[in-house]
């Protein structure tokens, strides 16, 4: 079981980018996938989360009405959208996948590697 992130660079306050999570062996690790996120100093905090059953989603106040969670079933992919980033949302983004509340409190098995994003002009 594997979960492989890309899509992480720099970017000026103000734009974009999308974040990739490509899962292989899903059944065991994802009933949901989603992001967390670590800046220096500080610890690793929730981002966003999908469930592929139902297809919910959640996100952390911080980034709600920014990022944008979804899910490719082809592909067995989730993506992160964001969108007006702000220099406070940079940090290593992980991605996770498993049971939706072990996703949102980080206490999931299944982790990919981080991917770095940095905002800043």
């Known amino acids: 079981v594997q979960l492989q992130a890309s899509g992480g660079g720099l970017v000026q306050p103000g734009g974009s980018l999308r974040l990739s999570c490509a899962a292989s062996?899903?059944?065991?690790?994802?009933?949901?996938m989603g992001w967390l996120r670590q800046s220096p100093g500080k610890g690793r905090e929730f981002v966003a989360v999908?469930?592929?059953?139902?297809?919910?989603?959640l996100y952390a106040e911080s980034v709600k009405g920014r990022f944008t969670i979804s899910g490719d079933n082809a592909k067995d992919t989730v993506y992160l959208q964001m969108n007006n980033l702000k220099p406070d949302d940079t940090a290593n983004y992980y991605c996770a996948g498993g049971r939706w509340r072990a996703v949102i409190g980080g206490t999931t098995d299944y982790w990919g590697q981080g991917t770095l994003v940095t905002v800043s002009s």
């Open positions: 062996g899903r059944a065991a690790s994802s009933k949901s």
């Open positions: 999908f469930n592929w059953g139902g297809g919910e989603k």
